[in-house]
């Protein structure tokens, strides 16, 4: 009995294997289809699953762009500022919200001249104490009043509107190469303690470096 029951579940098997043998080199083109098909549902885009797709049975990864390359990735940057002499407007309002400087980041090469334009009243620039590279001098602008900064010293500038520093009315200038800007960053966080609106404007400058 129980050599018969052995032939008779190895015929099963055979039997299957034939079977899925014929049904794989049945070449009508509805059982291709059948066995091409994708596995279950697809996901599109907007469909509120985080997957979208790239095509009939493929799904994107939607970690995918926190593996990109930075090239794709980092979009913000900002690029080099051509030429010895950049203007950056003191604003009521701009691309960035009320109480702007405008650009409000830039990057220059060293011994460039930065020409602050009162473009709107009640405005000054001033530079930040403990945020600048060390040797650099220091500024503050008269308000209302234009001022033109030439800077020798390579790094990263932070400076302010005073009357408008809680509203967080900075802005951020890099000299050349970046060399103090882990302690500029360090620094951030006991400036932005006094911003009452606008409080992630300073980050989000930096970032842009």
Same mark, same amino acid.
């Given at each position: 009995?129980?050599? !018969?029951? +052995?032939?008779?579940?190895?015929?099963?098997?055979?039997?299957?294997?034939?079977?899925?043998?014929?049904?794989?080199?049945?070449?009508?083109?509805?059982?291709?289809?059948?066995?091409? +098909? /994708?596995?279950?549902?697809?996901?599109?885009? &907007?469909? &509120?699953? %985080?997957?979208?797709?790239?095509?009939? &049975?493929?799904?994107?990864? /939607?970690? @995918?762009?926190?593996? @990109?390359?930075?090239?794709?990735? $980092?979009?913000?940057?900002?690029?080099?500022?051509?030429?010895?002499?950049?203007?950056? +407007?003191?604003?009521? #309002?701009?691309?960035? &919200? $009320?109480?702007?400087?405008?650009?409000?980041? $830039? +990057?220059?090469?060293?011994?460039?001249?930065?020409?602050?334009?009162?473009?709107?009243?009640?405005?000054? #620039? @001033?530079?930040?104490?403990?945020?600048?590279?060390?040797?650099?001098?220091?500024?503050?602008?008269?308000?209302?009043?234009? !001022?033109? !900064?030439?800077?020798?010293?390579? %790094?990263?500038?932070?400076?302010?509107?005073? /009357?408008?520093?809680?509203?967080?009315?900075?802005?951020? $200038?890099?000299?050349?190469?970046?060399?103090?800007?882990?302690?500029?960053?360090?620094?951030?966080?006991?400036?932005?303690?006094?911003?009452?609106?606008?409080?992630?404007?300073?980050?989000?400058?930096?970032?842009?470096?």
């Amino acid at each position: 009995m129980h050599y !018969i029951m +052995k032939i008779f579940t190895t015929t099963l098997i055979l039997l299957a294997c034939f079977t899925a043998l014929v049904s794989s080199s049945d070449m009508r083109e509805s059982a291709i289809e059948e066995r091409t +098909k /994708p596995m279950g549902s697809i996901c599109l885009k &907007g469909d &509120g699953c %985080g997957i979208s797709s790239a095509g009939p &049975g493929y799904k994107v990864n /939607p970690l @995918a762009s926190m593996m @990109a390359t930075p090239s794709e990735t $980092i979009s913000n940057k900002i690029a080099l500022s051509e030429g010895p002499e950049h203007e950056v +407007k003191m604003l009521n #309002s701009g691309a960035d &919200g $009320i109480m702007v400087f405008e650009p409000a980041v $830039i +990057k220059i090469s060293k011994g460039d001249t930065v020409n602050f334009r009162a473009v709107d009243m009640s405005h000054n #620039s @001033a530079s930040l104490e403990g945020m600048i590279p060390v040797g650099a001098e220091s500024w503050n602008g008269a308000l209302s009043q234009d !001022i033109s !900064i030439t800077f020798t010293e390579e %790094g990263v500038y932070v400076y302010q509107c005073t /009357p408008h520093a809680m509203m967080a009315m900075v802005g951020v $200038i890099q000299v050349g190469e970046a060399v103090n800007l882990d302690s500029v960053k360090s620094q951030a966080s006991q400036t932005k303690s006094v911003f009452i609106s606008n409080t992630d404007r300073l980050d989000d400058y930096l970032s842009r470096l």
